[in-house]
């Protein structure tokens, strides 16, 4: 079970970070999630009986355990502030003002995915980021595939408005 | 948005599983007592109490599906039927699940709390089937009610209707769905020939009438909840 729970962590540990940070905006916190999901990971090992993917799975415990912490009050009033990301320098050929630009773009929309409403960023985590498509994330939160798909809609919109038209969702996003 | 991965990854780019983040989850994993330890009681108090109901109720206890199955790794539960402290057993039970069975409305309405509304206007054949519930640890985030025929169609199939109600934490429009009034409240409604979704909102609960029926029985099923809140 040692060397089963190693490879999950080695081959789901990033991911499962990444979400909670996203969902927890503090990697202290990210971090007790990670080793709470890897817990009950090995406790459930054994009742997993592969009716999603293994990482549908450890994501949905994720998600769920993040949803708990943020439930809790004095977790909500320490997220006040975000924690500034490392800055990255431009790489060769690259203006530095094109850089700057597009970071400054790219920023602005992490911190909008970030900031939405949980029942929104999880759908545009699970579609955007973990590249899940709608049925899937129908069966990693228990929702219809329909209520999904209105939430898409319904975050992407959001994000337009924030971001005044500058996020391209790409045309086939466009079916939602 | 289709960069978002590469957005997303590069703006946590100092946020990686250390060695040590790695190193104390494992050390952690194998101080912390296996929570099996602590299922065996549980499902022999479970147990107990079940023979206890059997033993002191006259009729058969509703049947329980024993097919102990899974979804997605986390277990399922079916509330044991017993007219004997049935909701103890599955609040007991139900600590570190997330997934319930419910053996009546009221149980489910009980688990679920503010919010919860019953369905008075059911289409004339169709009986309720089953109470589910999913949520995370012993909080019930929504609850579904199945109704399905009780006798099979002139085609021979059996038609379902489901009625869910999730706590969210606010509304949204349902894009391409035409808007209805019920009862001076904004539903959502899709409807082919043979189907019906129907979604309305009333304050932090979202209500969903989806199945084999018409758009009339859907609206009117969602108009007999709201009608029970007055």
Not at chain 2, 105 to 124: C, H, K, Q, S, Y
């Amino acid at each position: 079970m040692e060397k089963e729970i190693n490879r999950l962590i080695d081959l789901y540990g990033q991911d499962v970070l990444r979400t909670a940070y996203m969902y927890l905006k503090d990697l202290q916190k990210a971090e007790d999630v990670f080793q709470e999901v890897f817990i009950r990971v090995f406790r459930k090992y054994e009742t997993f009986q592969g009716r999603s993917s293994e990482k549908s799975w450890i994501i949905r415990i994720t998600i769920n355990l993040c949803k708990d912490v943020l439930r809790s009050a004095w977790l909500k009033r320490a997220l006040l502030t975000d924690k500034p990301v490392e800055e990255e320098l431009p790489q060769e050929g690259e203006s530095l003002e094109s850089r700057v630009a597009q970071d400054a773009e790219d920023k602005l929309l992490f911190s909008e995915v970030m900031n939405l409403k949980t029942e929104f960023k999880d759908v545009i985590l699970l579609y955007y980021y973990h590249g899940y498509d709608t049925k899937e994330i129908s069966e990693i939160l228990k929702v219809k595939e329909g209520t999904v798909r209105s939430r898409l809609h319904r975050a992407r919109q959001i994000l337009k408005e924030r971001l005044e038209g500058r996020v391209d969702f790409g045309d086939a996003d466009e079916r939602f | 948005m289709k960069d978002f991965r590469r957005i997303a990854d590069e703006s946590m780019a100092n946020v990686n599983v250390r060695a040590e983040l790695k190193e104390k989850t494992l050390v952690k994993l194998y101080r912390k007592p296996n929570t099996v330890r602590f299922l065996v009681p549980a499902l022999a108090a479970a147990s107990i109490m079940l023979i206890l109901g059997i033993a002191f109720w006259p009729e058969s206890p509703q049947s329980m599906p024993e097919d102990g199955s899974t979804e997605m790794g986390i277990m399922q539960l079916k509330t044991l039927s017993s007219p004997l402290g049935a909701p103890e057993i599955s609040h007991f039970m139900a600590m570190d699940v997330n997934s319930w069975s419910f053996v009546s409305v009221e149980e489910a309405r009980d688990a679920f709390g503010e919010g919860f509304l019953t369905p008075g206007n059911i289409p004339l054949g169709f009986e309720l089937e089953s109470i589910t519930g999913t949520g995370t640890e012993d909080q019930v985030e929504n609850v579904t009610l199945t109704y399905s025929e009780s006798a099979s169609s002139v085609d021979g199939l059996i038609r379902f209707i489901t009625i869910t109600q999730e706590k969210v934490a606010s509304s949204w429009e349902y894009y391409g769905f035409e808007e209805v009034d019920l009862l001076g409240y904004t539903g959502y409604v899709s409807a082919s020939e043979e189907t019906a979704e129907l979604h309305f909102f009333l304050g932090s609960v979202r209500y969903d009438v989806i199945g084999q029926l018409q758009k009339d029985q859907a609206i009117a099923i969602a108009k007999s909840m709201i009608q029970s809140t007055r």
